[in-house]
């Protein structure tokens, strides 16, 4: 597609339950990434796959957190029991290879989960 | 591990004034820099990049921003602001060595205020 796109944009879960954000990066990047934004705390890096490589979870904030990537194209973000600290905008991006060579990283428009 | 201090969280200016938004990065290693801009309700889009050669970056919308490696900063300015430049500035740091994913690390945000 032409850009990254992510679903759902909006998301009212109760405490307790599992969510599943998705996100489509841009064809042909081999790098994904997922960011959590919440007031006043800016973008914490969650997680970054590139290609077939093992993925760095050094960011994913607890075991309720995990991520797939399927085919080394779409990915899904798996909130397990959900807590009212997740409330946040969760921000998909990715590039064509990895930011350390300089590659651009194009973000989504954010998935905005509130936990009630 | 790297990373990034924008030291301040809100800086008011008025229209067609200059501004000079701060940014100082941590790394053991050559860092490439990027500021990306996220007007309200929007997505994060990249402003401009540091990655090798002239020191003075120039970026979209009239923005530049001078790496400085014995200082360790990134500042972004512009000359001269408008009412539409009102948003949400990140500076963010990648580094990149064999055996690091050179992630995108991200500071705090800092929030442009442009008054008439």
């Known amino acids: 597609g032409a850009g990254v796109s992510q679903s759902p944009s909006n998301k009212v879960t109760e405490k307790g339950k599992d969510v599943e954000l998705r996100c489509d990066p841009i064809?042909?990047?081999?790098?994904l990434y997922w960011y959590r934004q919440s007031l006043g705390q800016g973008l914490e890096f969650l997680i970054y796959?590139?290609?077939?490589?093992?993925?760095?979870k050094s960011g994913l904030p607890s075991d309720r957190f995990s991520a797939e990537r399927t085919g080394g194209s779409v990915s899904t973000l798996t909130i397990q029991r959900t807590q009212q600290e997740d409330s946040a905008v969760y921000l998909c991006?990715?590039?064509?290879?990895?930011?350390?060579?300089?590659?651009?990283?194009?973000f989504g428009e954010g998935s905005w989960l509130t936990v009630v | 591990a790297q990373s990034v201090t924008q030291l301040d969280s809100q800086v008011p200016v008025f229209e067609e004034a200059p501004v000079e938004l701060r940014c100082n990065y941590s790394?053991?290693?050559?860092?490439?820099l990027f500021w990306y801009v996220q007007y309200p309700n929007q997505g994060l889009q990249l402003l401009l990049k540091?990655?090798?050669?002239?020191?003075l970056v120039k970026g979209i919308n009239g923005f530049e921003a001078e790496f400085n490696k014995s200082q360790t900063s990134f500042h972004l300015r512009k000359p001269s602001v408008h009412i539409s430049d009102t948003a949400e500035y990140f500076c963010?740091?990648?580094?990149?060595?064999?055996?690091?994913?050179?992630?995108?690390?991200f500071g705090q945000g800092t929030t442009l205020q442009v008054k008439p």
């Open positions: 991006a990715s590039s064509l290879g990895s930011p350390g060579r300089g590659n651009t990283i194009y």
């Open positions: 064809s042909g990047h081999t790098a």
């Open positions: 796959f590139q290609g077939n490589s093992a993925p760095d």
């Open positions: 790394s053991s290693v050559s860092v490439y």
């Open positions: 540091y990655l090798s050669g002239s020191t």
């Open positions: 963010a740091v990648s580094d990149w060595f064999p055996g690091n994913t050179g992630k995108l690390i």
